[in-house]
Each structure stands twice: as structure tokens, then as C-alpha cells.
């Protein structure tokens, strides 16, 4: 196992890093692709350019060893975040996936799920600590060594951030930081090496991004324009704020999301309803999504987009927002737009069995009258320039008209960090520490003042002003990538109803999961780092 977990680590770099031949000579215009020689990576900054283009691969590539869907970042939304949440629904697959829905798998460390996240975050780290070890040593301009360093120590930072989600307990559990953190290679090394505590897991990530942020700001470079799988100096803010606000450090987290949106403005509503499947003026960090470069049938719109390739050759729909919590929105929010809710309908009860499936929530429309309002409502809401969605005609109650595919079977880029979810820091922050009026204000910020609701004011306060928060949290990011980790990070129960029950989860996912069940949600060491690193145990 050393050897082949060596083999995993190191190597890393001739999966991730880059050769474009057909590349422009500008400094920033690379496109992630693979394909290099190792031996030549680090001659040059240009070279190093390329790596960096590498990691950026890694996150939209196919890792075969796993089996189909484990295609980097989009297998993160889907498995480690989406299915296990409370608000995202995939009621057709439901039961075969229980217990991905259900967190049943957390203490098997001999399985591929729990083995996914670690290598796949590990992997991005090995390279990007080769890129950090060796780009001084390159020929070119110090400005670009900078700059090449800055972005792999957010690279760096950003899968920590994500791995604490994933393997080590909540803050709140953590007796102060002083719980299991994770092994912190910082080198190549791959020998044996003991976990560091939460808190030092932590403090490494505030670390990277601090010396991202000076060396960013000191290089005096900028990433070109559109190409949001390059780490900036926004990017490594916001990395900053969401470690911040998972570590419960509420000032450093309000400073930095304020730092990370700056100059993305929150994007119009027109832009919203474009499809989410290329990057808008609030796009800080995101996928490559580009027909040249798809991941084919393991690609996140395959399944997860309105026209992609499930709902044209298949029932299973792209997934449901959580019924109880759509209806809490208000009809007038462009958002809520953007899903088949029963607001839309001129006539439809949602608990008769003969217009909506009480199992999986499929529409109907062998009525006539149902046919003709889901036609309507399609069309007005498709997006021009692409294929339309739910072509098949199967649609289901709270279906999602949210991402797209601009090509098929499922190409698209896909976002990881937008200007809204700093947004939603500051007002989680603000809230926390006591500043009830600017937790208030970010909520009118991003609600009123971007046009998504005109009409939103906010006046509430205490846990009535949280929930608030809560909400609008999971409507903007709703499917990108954060409602478990949101729900873990709250130390909040996920609960489930069926359809009989008011919901319209599958009656197999339709359960309560406590919060300190499933390991207080806290995927187990996995095997592949266990039978390598003998330092480490499954659990603490």
C-alpha cells in the first residue's frame, strides 16, 4: 500500500499538470488539459503556468480507479453535499442511494465514497506542493513566481478547507481545536505522518492564505479575465472566510468575505436565469466548462442540469428543491423563478395521486390541462440559445430550472465560490456578533438591492433573523455545493419529509438525521491513508 499510495501522491502532478501546445503566449492563456513531461515542468514560469492549469484539471477529471461519476469537484457536490441534505431531492434514485442520503456509510473506510474525497483533496494538495517546493527555482520573472506560488497555496488551502468538512468534527465539538485535525503535508513527503490537531489544520489554512494574499498583492499580476479555474486574490479570500466562519471566528470572517467580493458585483436577474452554466459578473472561482474539455457521461449536467443528458434519455428529473423551504419564499423572488413550483399552476393539487406522483413527485401530464400549464411554464422559463429543458416531458413537483448544459451530454462550467456567498458570510457574521443591523443589511444587499426581490426588507431579529439567513442561504446556493456541510457547520439535525408528510422526499430518505449521528458526520480515515500512514487510525 506505501507504494501505491506514494504512486497516488507524487504522481499526482502527471495527471494534473499541463502542456498546451496549442496555447497563446500570453501569460494567463492556458486552458486546463493533460498531457506532460515531468522532467520539464519546472524549467520555466510558463511551465509552471501549466501545473497550476493542471490542478485545475484534476478538479473536472474522471478518476476511472473510483468507478462512474467520480469526476473531481462535481462528485464532491453531488454525494458529499447535495444527497445528503435536507433541500436537495433525486427522488427516482433515492432508495438505491439511501444510504448516501442517509450518511450510513460514515464509518466504512473500506469504502470508494469514503475513500473519494481524501484522495481526490490529497491529490490536489501533492501538486500543489510540488508547484510551491520547486517554482522558485524556474526561470522567468519573480512577479510570475509569485503568482504561480500565490495560487497553489490557495489551491492548497482550498482542500484542506474542504477535507475538514468532510473527515474532522464540527468546531463546536471540537473541545476548542483540540480534536483530530488531518495529516499536514506541506512537502512531498509521503512517510508516516500523525494528524495534526483541529486547531493547527486550521491555522494552516489562514496561512496559505495569508501568503497567497501577500504574494498575490505583491506580484502586482492578475489572472486574464473569464478564466475562474485560476485561484486569485479573491479566490484566497474567500477560502479565508469560509475556514473562518466553519472555525467560528466571526470577525476574520466578515473582514475577508467583504475582501473576496470585492469587485463582483452580485449578478442581474437576466444573468441568474442564464443557466448557470457559464461564469457571470459574481463568479469567483469555478469549473472550466467547455465542450473541448468534458467529462462525457460523469459530467455534474448530466444528471444535475434542466436539459442535460438524464432528463432527456431518462425519468429521473435533475432533482427537486426541499418543498417546505421553496415555500417559504415568496412567489416574487426571481429565484423561486427558477423552479416548477405549484405557485405557477393556474389549477393543481399537489396531494392528489392522479396530478402528482405521492412517490417520486412526477407531474402528470397525461392531463391535459397539467400538459398544457408545464408546456407553458417551460417555455417561459427555458433559456435562449440552449436545448430545453425536460424535453422527454417528465417533470416533477419542485423540479429545478436552475443549471443547464450548454452542450451535450452534460457540458458546462460550474461555479465554487460566488460574490453571494460572501454575501451570506458577512450576514452569518454579523449576525453572530450581535450586529443585527448589518446581518439585516447584507440580507437587504442581496435580496432587495440585486433585484432578486425588489420588495425584501428585513426586520427581523434573534433566531427568527438566523432562520432567515438560514433560508436564503440554501435558496442562492441551493445545488452548488454546501447544504450538508452548511447543516453540519450549524449543528443542525437534517429532517426529511415524505410527501404524505408535507415534503416531497422519497418515503426510503425520509428520515431525521441527528446531529450526532454518523460519527457527528464525520467521514472515517479511510483505508487508503490508514494501511499507508501508520501514524493514523481510522477514527480518533
Known amino acids: 500500500m506505501r507504494r501505491i499510495f506514494k504512486h497516488l501522491y507524487i504522481g499526482a502532478l502527471l ?4 502542456a498546451l501546445a496549442s496555447c497563446a503566449s500570453d501569460y494567463l492563456d492556458t486552458t486546463p488539459t493533460q498531457s506532460v513531461n515531468e522532467d520539464h515542468v519546472w524549467t520555466t514560469t ?3 503556468q501549466k501545473a497550476l492549469n493542471g490542478i485545475a484539471k484534476i478538479m473536472v477529471t474522471q478518476h476511472a480507479f473510483y468507478g462512474q461519476g467520480f469526476a473531481g469537484e462535481n462528485a464532491i457536490m453531488r454525494m458529499y453535499e447535495n444527497l445528503p441534505s435536507q433541500n436537495y431531492n433525486y427522488n427516482y434514485y433515492a432508495s438505491g442511494w439511501a444510504p448516501i442520503h442517509n450518511q450510513t456509510f460514515h464509518y466504512r473506510a473500506d469504502l470508494k465514497y469514503d475513500a473519494y474525497g481524501w484522495n481526490y483533496y490529497y491529490q490536489i494538495i501533492g501538486s500543489a506542493n510540488q508547484i510551491i517546493a520547486k517554482i522558485d527555482k524556474a526561470q522567468g520573472t519573480d512577479a510570475e513566481k509569485k503568482f504561480i506560488k500565490a495560487a497553489a497555496l490557495t489551491f492548497r488551502a482550498y482542500a484542506y478547507e474542504k477535507l475538514i468538512r468532510y473527515y474532522c ?15 499536514l503535508r506541506l512537502g512531498e513527503e509521503t512517510d508516516n ?12 489554512v489562514y496561512t496559505d492564505c495569508q501568503e497567497a494574499i501577500t504574494l498575490f498583492t505583491s506580484s502586482g499580476l492578475k489572472r486574464e479575465s473569464g478564466e475562474v479555474w485560476m485561484p486569485n486574490i479573491n479566490v484566497a479570500h474567500a477560502v479565508y472566510a469560509r475556514a473562518a466562519l466553519a472555525k467560528q471566528d466571526y470577525a476574520t470572517a466578515l473582514a475577508q468575505a467583504k475582501l ?9 436577474n437576466a444573468a441568474y436565469a442564464s443557466g448557470f452554466c457559464k461564469p457571470t459578473s459574481e463568479w469567483i472561482f469555478g469549473s472550466y466548462g467547455a465542450s473541448s474539455e468534458q467529462l462525457w457521461y460523469w459530467a455534474y449536467g448530466v444528471q444535475g442540469a434542466c436539459n442535460g443528458n438524464h432528463t432527456t434519455e431518462n425519468p429521473t428529473g435533475a432533482g427537486t428543491i426541499g418543498h417546505e423551504l421553496i415555500k417559504r419564499i415568496p412567489n ?32 402528470n401530464t397525461d392531463t391535459a390541462f397539467l400538459e398544457t400549464q408545464v408546456d407553458s411554464i417551460l417555455k417561459v422559463h427555458s433559456v435562449e440559445g440552449l436545448s430545453k429543458p425536460y424535453p422527454n416531458g417528465i417533470v416533477y413537483l419542485d423540479g429545478h430550472l436552475k443549471f443547464w448544459v450548454i452542450d451535450q451530454p452534460g457540458v458546462s462550467y460550474l461555479p465554487f465560490i460566488r460574490s453571494s456567498e460572501m454575501v451570506l458570510i458577512e ?11 448589518d446581518a439585516q443589511a447584507a440580507l437587504v444587499t442581496l435580496n432587495a438591492t440585486s433585484g432578486r426581490n425588489a420588495a425584501y426588507t428585513c426586520t427581523k431579529t434573534g433566531d427568527d433573523l438566523l432562520n432567515e439567513i438560514k433560508d436564503y442561504r440554501e435558496l442562492e446556493l441551493w445545488g452548488e455545493g454546501f447544504a450538508w456541510s452548511d447543516y453540519k457547520r450549524w449543528n443542525q439535525p437534517v429532517v426529511r419529509h415524505s410527501f404524505a408528510e ?10 431525521t438525521v441527528p446531529v450526532e449521528a454518523a460519527n457527528k458526520w464525520t467521514w472515517v480515515y479511510p483505508n487508503s491513508e490508514t494501511e499507508h500512514n501508520k501514524s493514523v487510525t481510522m477514527t480518533e
Open 332 to 363: 416574487n423572488d426571481a429565484r423561486k423563478q427558477l423552479f416548477i413550483t405549484e405557485d405557477k399552476f393556474t389549477t393543481i393539487d399537489i396531494t392528489d395521486a392522479e396530478q402528482v406522483d405521492q412517490t417520486f413527485g412526477i407531474i
Open 169 to 183: 468534527y464540527r468546531w463546536q465539538d471540537s473541545n476548542n481545536g483540540a480534536s483530530r485535525g488531518l495529516p
Open 260 to 268: 473576496a467580493r470585492a469587485n463582483y458585483a452580485l449578478m442581474s
Open 427 to 437: 450576514a452569518e457574521a454579523n449576525y453572530f456578533l450581535g450586529n443585527t443591523a
Open 193 to 204: 505522518l500523525a494528524a495534526s490537531t483541529l486547531a493547527e489544520t486550521y491555522a494552516q
Open 502 to 511: 408535507g415534503g416531497n422526499a422519497h418515503i426510503s430518505v425520509a428520515i
Open 15 to 18: 495527471l494534473g499538470t499541463t
Open 46 to 48: 510558463e511551465m509552471g
